[in-house]
């Protein structure tokens, strides 16, 4: 914005690389929930003020479309192009974060209250970890906001009560079998996880020909037990922090037919993508309340 770029294609290229960078961050950046949420609409209107007014000084100082005469100005050039070249090449990837393959499951939102959002999901790796392990291709992680927009008080507190959705109840997405079910491992210290017991304490329901796991549950909470039918929106568990989890949140996923078997339902089995309404494939940083 104050610089004094030597000609209108170096503040050109600053400014595509500066724009799409933001973009990014803005759209697939992991830790606004850590930060405030609302810090990346501020952080978007920064960029298109700072592309204004750093446009606006550019033109007022009359420099001409292009110099590249001294090595310092074609070495300005060729980083800015690069730069951009470089963040814009991710951009066919973010525009198909919400895209998947086959025949997606339509499931309610396992969770009730205001402002939920994904630190992991929607489809490649840049919004969503999960796409690395077959069967947690379409999972994700959910947590959910407080004040100022932060999912805890303080950015990675141990104590779990700090967290906004410690203790949430889970309720059931589909009506269905519960077809697998355990609840009395501990909750871990965050940013610990249990590399053993990786979906911690867990219900794993049998709907629509497909397996839903939800996971990371708190030790003492489940109301329900291997054979039980629930009813849609019936009363699961609470978020905890048990498994393979740095910090408390609901991981969900679904994998196709009828899987109780932990290791295949977690790691080989085949994915099935998940609608919430209205029909939403979810991803990282969208926000939903229900």
């Known amino acids: 914005m104050f610089g004094k770029p030597p000609s209108i294609a170096h503040f050109l290229f600053r400014a595509l690389f500066s724009i799409v960078f933001v973009l990014q961050m803005a759209v697939a950046g992991a830790a606004w929930t850590w930060v405030g949420f609302w810090l990346r609409y501020v952080l978007m209107a920064a960029i298109v003020l700072a592309t204004v007014i750093g446009g606006v000084r550019t033109l007022r100082r009359k420099v001409d479309t292009l110099v590249i005469v001294t090595w310092r100005e074609r070495i300005d050039l060729l980083l800015a192009v690069g730069l951009f070249a470089l963040f814009a090449t991710s951009l066919p990837q973010l525009a198909g974060r919400r895209q998947y393959d086959g025949i997606a499951v339509e499931l309610a939102f396992p969770l009730h209250g205001e402002r939920y959002v994904p630190v992991h999901g929607g489809q490649g790796v840049s919004v969503n970890m999960h796409q690395q392990v077959k069967a947690q291709s379409y999972a994700i992680d959910l947590v959910q906001l407080g004040a100022l927009s932060m999912r805890a008080a303080g950015i990675l507190p141990a104590e779990l009560s700090r967290y906004v959705i410690y203790g949430r109840s889970v309720h059931a997405p589909c009506a269905g ?10 909750d871990q210290v965050p ?11 867990h219900v794993v329901l049998f709907c629509k020909d497909v397996s839903v796991l939800l996971a990371h549950l708190k030790p003492g909470s489940l109301k329900v ?4 039918q629930v009813a849609l929106d019936a009363v699961l568990g609470d978020v ?8 408390p949140h609901l991981h969900i996923h679904a994998v196709r037919g009828r899987v109780s078997d932990l290791p295949a339902l977690v790691e080989t089995a085949e994915p099935v993508p998940m609608l919430f309404p209205p029909g939403r ?6 926000v939903i309340s229900n």
């Not at 905890?240 to 910090?247: A, K, L, P, V």
């Open 240 to 247: 905890g922090n048990s498994g393979n989890t740095s910090e």
């Open 225 to 228: 037990a291997v054979g039980d």
């Open 191 to 201: 940013p610990t996880g249990d590399t053993v017991n990786l979906a911690g304490n």
């Open 281 to 286: 494939f979810l991803t990282r940083n969208d």
């Open 177 to 186: 079998e519960v077809i697998a079910a355990r609840g009395d491992l501990p």
